[in-house]
């Protein structure tokens, strides 16, 4: 009996091994996109991978399992902010004169100020769909809204970038 529970143990353990392998660098910069900030990002990867373990069972494969990663590292990130109020994330995404050199990055500077000027929402699913490359499906899963929703709202968002970077071209 106790063989058989080492081995199935064994497995298991190879199998979280073989998950944080797989999507540590995704969910890594999918929540130093919410924090920016490194030591915030490692306690709340460290809480999602336990929760992922703690949860493992009831996984229903009604998405990817990166899906419900990502998912459950939105949950952890929104519990560190209300266990740590003071804590600044994605949703205080401000940018500051001396925060990047225009004359280096102008672009990035660009896309920064005018991501800081997204609502919540519009600024994750950007993040989603541009630096985690999600599906719309998987990004309707992870914020609880229809796909449609999260097409038009990315849509919108593409929108008054181009306009922006089209107007700096001029």
Request: proline share 2%; net charge negative; aromatic share 10%.
């Amino acid at each position: 009996m106790h063989n058989r529970l080492e081995k199935k143990g064994g497995k298991i353990v190879e199998e979280i091994k073989e998950l944080y392998d797989l999507y540590h660098d995704d969910l890594y910069r999918y929540i130093f996109s919410l924090t920016k900030n490194q030591h915030q990002t490692e306690d709340i990867l460290q809480s999602t991978f336990l929760s992922a373990l703690q949860s493992l069972s009831s996984f229903q494969r009604r998405s990817t399992i990166k899906t419900w990663l990502i998912g459950i590292a939105r949950h952890e990130y929104f519990s560190y902010l209300r266990k740590n109020p003071m804590e600044l994330g994605l949703y205080e995404l401000t940018v500051e004169p001396g925060d990047i050199d225009p004359s280096e990055h102008e672009l990035s500077w660009i896309i920064l100020q005018e991501l800081s000027k997204l609502s919540e929402l519009q600024k994750e699913i950007a993040v989603l769909r541009l630096f985690n490359e999600l599906t719309f499906a998987e990004i309707s899963i992870i914020i609880g809204k229809t796909e449609n929703y999260c097409r038009v709202s990315f849509f919108r968002t593409k929108q008054k970038l181009m306009e922006v970077l089209q107007n700096e071209a001029d």
